[in-house]
């Protein structure tokens, strides 16, 4: 099983807004991700959690804020973001941060 | 310099045949190597990973590594329509964790 959960699918937001994305896997992997994807460009990684802690950073803006409640568990907190932060958020996670990561289905964000 | 090339394509194969993928990446400490398959509005698909020089295969796929030449490339067999779909090349730079994905190649698979 390779599964990686995400909630919402889909999240319409204004930029005065708090909404938090939640990912959730149950594969025993120590390693999570979260990635960005606009519209017909590759994915792009803004944070790294390995065992629970915060390893990369891509110099991600604050009003993103990530969070990693238990090893099995990835919030991202969204707080008074831009018309430009729309786009596809994926989840991603890894037995370590060496190995294969399997992707979510992603949030599809749109800010209004 | 990208850190991973790849060629956007579109590829377009007759189906039956071979559809041929390719890929160069710029950092010489990686070690690990993804193929991933998205279709449009999906999240990508893990298709094939590869560690080792030479060719890996699983049922109509094959992915090729050369780390000399610093290139990887991702052949499909008797190619479907249901093959049509973006391709990711992607390479874990120096097994950090970080992800680097290509541009992508969009293959179109023709009836």
């Known amino acids: 099983d390779t599964e990686v959960t995400q909630t919402p699918k889909h999240l319409v937001m204004g930029m005065t807004n708090k909404k938090s994305l939640k990912c959730e896997q149950h594969?025993?992997?120590?390693?999570m991700y979260w990635y960005k994807q606009k519209a017909k460009k590759p994915p792009e990684l803004m944070f790294v959690?390995?065992?629970?802690?915060?390893?990369i950073n891509e110099s991600v803006p604050s009003r993103f804020s990530p969070e990693c409640p238990n090893s099995s568990l990835l919030n991202l907190h969204l707080h008074a973001l831009q018309p430009e932060d729309s786009a596809l958020y994926l989840c991603a996670s890894s037995r370590a941060h060496t190995d294969t990561q399997y992707f979510g289905p992603g949030t599809r964000l749109t800010v209004l | 310099q990208k850190e991973v090339e790849q060629n956007s394509g579109p590829l377009s194969v007759p189906e039956g045949a071979i559809a041929s993928l390719n890929c160069t990446y710029s950092?010489?400490?990686?070690?690990?190597f993804f193929w991933y398959r998205q279709y449009s509005g999906k999240s990508p698909e893990l298709i094939m990973f590869?560690?080792?020089?030479g060719d890996k295969e699983d049922g109509r796929f094959t992915a090729q590594l050369n780390k000399a030449s610093q290139y990887v490339s991702l052949l499909i067999r008797d190619s479907q329509p249901s093959d049509s779909a973006t391709y990711l090349c992607a390479v874990n730079l120096s097994n950090t964790g970080k992800l680097i994905f290509g541009q992508g190649t969009t293959l179109q698979v023709k009836p």
């Open positions: 959690y390995s065992y629970e802690k915060l390893s």
């Open positions: 594969m025993g992997h120590r390693a």
């Open positions: 950092d010489r400490g990686s070690q690990s």
């Open positions: 590869i560690y080792s020089n």
